[in-house]
């Protein structure tokens, strides 16, 4: 997403990519104008010796690359690669795309595999010049654990607002598509993974339905719900009182605005805390109010912000939170094209796309020497991308 980024600034890209050395014939040396690919021993290894030996290879091999493209800021993708390029006399960007260290807890990781990971996160915010983050929540966690804030660009997990456009004439054709008339349509978008709480959202959908019997869930996920098929038996029955779907990309925008209310749930986790859902942009983009919990990145700020949802407390049995639900989606229906097209409104203030390579340019300028700005439209500037990946581009147009 990043490299997409610095493309709207008009800039060249380089890749330098470091490809695991899986055996001596597995791994091909790639050298390209634009993409490079090497191939590296581990330096993300229990064994000590290896590690450091890895590491240093791998620091050599950057600064190589820097001097003979003239790099003139580096661009880190993880805090890994932000400590391989610490010490290098030029700006480093880390861009942080989640709680690294949480995330190796939560997946039971070694203890060596926790400690590696908060050393890399320390030196990564400690030497770098700015960061790039996920979330304006995973920005503040980092700034309190390591005692430190640098120049940040808060850049979620945004969508294409064009995309959804004329989301009210699709939602016509969806609805006729689907027979649902005057059901007042529940929807969930998204993957099957733990962390997305998909039993309590089945839960939740069920004790809304009791509640109230126009209600109607649309399931959209291409992964295997069958696990899930005594849960959904008790919403109703398949095809009249819920419905699972199988999209490709393309089709999601054309069903997603049938729905009157997105379910985004999240357990309280400090990964979940400082998360980036992509599906509340996409069910805001779309012209649909959200349905959220605090432990969804920056979307509980979002929804609360702009009044297009409601945030329900964790402390909340599911009959409480299916009685706000309720309420919350009988008083929206009241005036349905208002709430979308205020929800419409908040995915283009919050989750547009095209306003990242704005907050990028913005960081750029503030990051690089004074005597580098004001040179900054010269074409032969460079400028790298490293994390696997390392881009070199040319800056033109940031001011």
Known sequence: MIARDFEELNCCVTVLWYSRLVNPFGSKLILRRHWITVPMPPFYAPHTWLRKAGRFMSRLLARLVIKIYRIELVVAENPTMAAVCAGVKVPVICDFHGDVVEERKMYENSAWEIRLAREEEEAACREASGWVCASDALRQTLGARHGVLMPTAVVPCCVHISEFAAFEQRRAKARNRLGLEDRWVLCYL???????????????????????????????????????????????????????????HQEVLEMLPAADLGILLRAPSPVNHVSSPTKCGEYLASGVPVVTTAYAGDASKVISGTTAGLVLSNHMDIEESAELAVSFLRAAMEDRASIATRSHHAAIEHYNNTYNAEKIGRLLIEVLPASFSDNCQQPDVKIPHLDGKHCNRHLRELK
């Open 190 to 248: 998204g993957g099957l993974s733990r962390w997305q709480q998909i039993p309590e959202t089945l839960k939740l959908a069920a004790a809304m339905r009791a509640r109230e019997p126009r209600v109607f869930f649309l399931l959209m996920t291409n992964e295997d719900c069958d696990i899930y098929r005594s849960q959904l038996e008790t919403i109703g029955r398949e095809g009249e009182d819920y419905v699972r779907l199988s999209l490709t």
